[in-house]
């Protein structure tokens, strides 16, 4: 009953007054709309589009191209090179893959082809997506190989007859037992983005305002981080007036402790759901991944972050700090981690340090979850929990410092 007592108190210290209530429904109702709006639809949806140029126009070909349209997380759009490239430089693909002349061929003759992909600088999947191609191209041709040392073994056992039917028979069981493995090369050139649907191709590219963006969701996780300040604010404020100490000695402190990150817990999950409300429920959008991993990786954030404000509240900050350092602060974290601008513009050693940053753990996952990589999505989800826990208990454990 005590511990009741304390989550309701702890909700009822943030919605005290009216102006709390006001803040916490129409901020992010405006805020999702702002960010949404900012981007068109652009970042949204849960399929990666792609441009697949086929210049062979033969059976394996057009095989390759139904094998990644039945990819749910693929939007598999087919044009000649030049409409590709021009897609890919105005930003509206992750990438142009160019299945060459010869594909069908060279596969017959038991030779590898190599595909050719045009990447951006600023795509997040383009990397990944290539994977995907890559295996799917040495589906078939390791079926097509199986099929040949079938006709080769029979045809040197003296077996005479419809050598075509054979070999179609025998590719046909290999398909039904494939495994794809990354095994053939991919041929990587980088086209810069323009703005506007208008341009030379053959003209340098200039970057616009918004190509340089992360896209919905990393404007997403620095309003998250900043209104989750209001957290610390408020632990800040307890522990400097000796409010929190005082609670401890007559509640005892694991309890109270307990009872304020539920009851902190809770009031960003209010915040959050009305968030996602209002991006699928009232504008009818979808961010990319699924519903249900952007719950996980919102719930993985509030422990991240409530561990993260709550170590830093038994520091004694002065003020100035509280009101423009911290701000700055997730401003400058975010620029690190990928939130403001896709991390594969960053260096290779940012790169990996953004995977101690709240912010970048949060786009991590983001990227697991749009590229459907489940795994290693859940293992991101599990590492901030992790990280958010640590800084919990060092949190609980560690003593007030007073300046």
Request: net charge negative; no cysteine; charged share 20%.
């Amino acid at each position: 009953m005590k511990m009741l007592t304390i989550i309701l108190l702890q909700l009822k210290g943030f919605l005290r007054k009216k102006t709390s209530w006001f803040i916490l429904i129409f901020l992010p109702l405006g805020y999702s709309y702002f960010a949404l709006g900012l981007f068109d639809g652009a970042a949204l949806g849960a399929e990666i589009p792609v441009v697949v140029v086929d210049e062979d126009q033969s059976h394996f070909s057009r095989m390759l191209v139904e094998l990644l349209k039945e990819e749910t997380y693929l939007e598999i759009r087919e044009k000649d090179l030049e409409g590709g490239l021009l897609e890919l430089r105005e930003n509206r693909v992750e990438g142009v893959y160019r299945i060459e002349e010869g594909f069908e061929d060279r596969i017959r003759a038991d030779q590898v082809p190599e595909l050719t992909s045009y990447t951006s600088p600023i795509a997040q999947g383009g990397g990944a997506v290539g994977e995907i191609i890559i295996s799917r191209s040495i589906r078939i041709l390791s079926s097509a190989r199986a099929a040949n040392i079938v006709v080769s073994e029979a045809v040197n056992g003296g077996f005479t007859e419809d050598q075509d039917r054979l070999w179609n028979w025998a590719f046909q069981q290999s398909e039904s037992y494939w495994v794809p493995e990354p095994l053939m090369t991919l041929s990587l050139e980088e086209v810069t983005p323009v703005r506007g649907r208008e341009g030379d191709l053959e003209n340098p590219a200039v970057f616009g305002a918004l190509d340089l963006l992360a896209g919905v969701h990393g404007l997403l996780i620095i309003y998250i981080g900043m209104f989750s300040l209001w957290i610390f604010y408020k632990q800040q404020q307890e522990e400097a007036s000796g409010l929190n100490r005082r609670q401890e000695l007559i509640l005892g402190k694991v309890r109270l402790f307990a009872g304020k990150f539920i009851g902190n817990f809770l009031f960003l999950t209010i915040h959050h759901s009305i968030l996602l409300l209002s991006i699928y429920l009232l504008q009818g959008e979808t961010l990319r991944g699924t519903l249900t991993d952007q719950i996980w990786l919102l719930l993985m954030m509030q422990v991240l972050l409530i561990g993260l404000w709550t170590m830093l509240s038994k520091w004694a900050i002065g003020k100035k700090y509280l009101v423009v350092g911290l701000p700055i602060g997730i401003l400058l974290t975010s620029m690190v981690s990928g939130a403001l601008w896709t991390i594969e513009l960053l260096p290779e050693v940012l790169q990996r340090l953004s995977l101690g940053i709240p912010q970048g753990i949060y786009m991590r996952g983001v990227e697991h979850s749009y590229l459907g990589e489940t795994a290693a999505f859940y293992t991101t989800v599990l590492w901030g929990m992790g990280l958010g826990l640590t800084l919990l208990w060092i949190g609980f454990w560690k003593k007030r410092e007073y300046s």
